[in-house]
């Protein structure tokens, strides 16, 4: 996703993924057909690809960023201090 890029993916990656938000998910019990298609769909969709693309992009920025980390870690930490006092 930093690298602006669409994705395909099996359900196990729902939480970062949803409703085909920032890459393309597969059902649980995807045949070759659906895998292809999916591929497909990619490549000959130059903007699904965009859109999908910048969609991921935003959401590192907004999900992995370091300052939104090391806040929920001090408040993680701080919460768990306060419970051992």
């Known amino acids: 996703m930093a690298c602006k890029k669409p994705f395909l993916t099996t359900p196990i990656s729902q939480d970062v993924i949803t409703n ?6 597969l059902k649980k019990n995807f045949t070759d ?4 298609l999916k591929i497909n ?16 992009l935003k ?3 907004k999900t992995f960023n370091w300052d ?3 806040e929920e870690l001090n408040r993680d ?7 051992l006092s």
């Open 20 to 25: 085909d938000d920032v890459g393309l998910i």
């Open 33 to 36: 057909k659906d895998l292809i």
């Open 41 to 56: 769909n990619l490549i000959e969709d130059k903007s699904l690809q965009k859109k999908l693309g910048d969609a991921g």
């Open 59 to 61: 959401k590192i920025h």
């Open 68 to 70: 939104i980390i090391l």
């Open 77 to 83: 930490l701080s919460d768990i201090v306060k419970n």
